[in-house]
């Protein structure tokens, strides 16, 4: 119980450690990058559903190694980067479509990532921890006129498919 639970915990900050990662080197490969320029020129998720499955698809092998050492480590290693997978699609989703409500972080990093074309900076989709870590978070005044005018939406009232 004890190893699942910190294999779990484990998945969860490593996977957000590689989205970090995997986003930052989308802005600095222009061949790794093809689709990810596109997706800024759409500024648009395209949904939560779809965005899961290409986390899973993208790291597919890379959940299942833990189970080579025991059970209970690839169970909780597989659960820790599924539930990430869920919650970074959401959040990413939610950051296009609703930032106000990303409530778990003071400045929703991927929308003013986005909203200012920062190359360089708010790499984060789901969680802030690596910009800061790695000091590329750069806090701006985001809400303005454009966030103030958005409709009061719910937390699920978002593009599922």
Not at 117 to 135: E, K, P, S, T, Y
Not at 142 to 152: D, F, L, S, T, Y
Request: aromatic residues 18%.
């Amino acid at each position: 119980m004890v190893v699942g639970i910190a294999f779990f915990i484990g998945a969860f900050i490593f996977a957000s450690f590689v989205e970090y990662w995997m986003h930052r080197l989308m802005h600095a490969s222009p061949k790794v990058g093809e689709r990810h320029r596109d997706h800024h020129r759409r500024n648009e998720g395209q949904g939560v559903v779809w965005e899961f499955r290409d986390y899973v698809k993208g790291s597919a092998i890379a959940m299942l190694i833990p189970f080579l050492f025991s059970i209970p480590a690839g169970i909780g290693w597989l659960s820790g980067a599924l539930v990430f997978a869920a919650f970074s699609a959401y959040a990413h989703q939610l950051q296009h479509e609703n930032p106000t409500k990303c409530f778990w972080m003071k400045m929703p990093v991927h929308y003013v990532h986005h909203r200012y074309g920062m190359w360089h900076h708010n790499f984060g989709l789901a969680v802030d921890w690596w910009d800061h870590i790695f000091r590329t978070y750069k806090p701006v005044e985001w809400r303005a006129e454009a966030e103030e005018k958005m409709p009061p939406r719910g937390y699920l009232e978002l593009r599922w498919w």
